[in-house]
């Protein structure tokens, strides 16, 4: 018997975001299911219906949603359009998806406390907590009904396995098909780009907040170990030497560490004094994106031992 190789429709979808549009992804298992769905805007709404038109489908005839993560470009439309659709995600998706309010007071109190630690002035942490509230804005409001982990295979889209691939954001998954070796990767590998490790605080009790660009180099190894033959992004391009991309991605976290560790004074310095060094023209339009990327090479650098943290009334000092 000659299987049928596996169909993937990619639909590009607008957000009013930095990062430009997000890829959404057909696919017609036992159950037709899309994989994210773009920010809750009109003008996303309508480019989905429409693309969907196209290609034959009505909303209501998508039976399920996997979402890749909880960021507002992948969930958005996840209760306008597809509120009968069955929802599948992360488990660290729920609490976003619901907009669970004691979950966000618990959010924004760990920035301020976190960020008051790495010297961040007050104001710029108030900015990053609205910033939040702004992309809560896009996120469609709806629980999962269907929660997944590593290894699981999704009901409905037989052949198709969960990757759990932390570190973007804590909710992220990717998925795979080994038979024909694709993998979809949301925004944990992205072509024109390279993903932030965004900080995000400690999820289930955990007492310290997670070590994101650890955690993300760890995923995408853990990607290339599959060997994929191609991965569907979030935004951009699919892509077909994974292994060389990753070799500049990794590239880049070594340059970046030894650029901050080369900065760093005798005498000790904050993350955020490092931040502004570093980023001098966008740490203040950016301080959410910038902080992550300053404290996720310093984790890098300590966890190397390259760098050491000291506590001084409260503030959080890295040393050589
Ligand atoms: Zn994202």
């Not at 469609?140 to 590593?150: A, F, H, N, Q, T």
């Not at 190894?221 to 191609?230: A, E, Q, S, V």
Request: charged share 25%.
């Amino acid at each position: 018997m000659i299987s049928k190789a596996m169909k993937i429709e990619k639909i590009v979808v607008p957000t009013p975001f930095l990062v430009g549009p997000v890829n959404v992804y057909i696919i017609k298992g036992d159950s037709l299911t899309l994989v994210d769905t773009g920010p809750n805007s009109d003008q996303a709404k309508e480019v989905l219906k429409e693309s969907l038109k196209k290609l034959g489908y009505l909303p209501e005839d998508i039976e399920q949603v996997i979402v890749t993560h909880h960021h507002p470009d992948h969930v958005g439309l996840v209760e306008d359009l597809f509120s009968h659709a069955k929802l599948i995600g992360h488990n660290n998706c729920d609490p976003w998806l619901r907009k669970d309010r004691s979950f966000i007071a618990f959010i924004e109190n760990y920035f301020y406390s976190f960020f008051q630690q790495h010297a961040v002035p007050k104001g710029l942490i108030e900015k990053m907590v609205k910033v939040n509230r702004y992309f809560l804005g896009f996120t469609g409001r709806r629980g999962l009904d269907v929660v997944v982990k590593e290894g699981d295979v999704i009901d409905g889209l037989p052949g198709w396995k969960v990757i759990e691939t932390p570190g973007h954001a804590q909710s992220h998954i990717s998925l795979y098909y080994e038979a024909e070796r694709l993998l979809i990767g949301g925004d944990h590998i992205i072509s024109h780009i390279s993903s932030n490790a965004i900080i995000e605080p400690p999820y289930d009790g955990e007492e310290k907040r997670p070590l994101t660009l650890l955690q993300y180099r760890q995923a995408l190894k853990k990607c290339l170990d599959l060997n994929p033959r191609k991965v569907y992004s979030g935004h951009g391009e699919a892509i077909e030497d994974l292994k060389g991309l990753l070799d500049i991605r990794f590239k880049e976290h070594e340059d970046k560490a030894n650029r901050l560790k080369s900065i760093i004074p005798e005498e000790g310095i904050t993350s955020f004094e490092l931040c502004k060094l570093y980023f001098p023209h966008i740490y203040l339009k950016e301080p959410m994106l910038t902080m992550s990327e300053i404290i996720g090479h310093l984790d890098l650098l300590e966890e190397r031992g390259s760098v050491k943290t000291i506590v001084k009334n409260g503030i959080i000092f890295y040393e050589k």
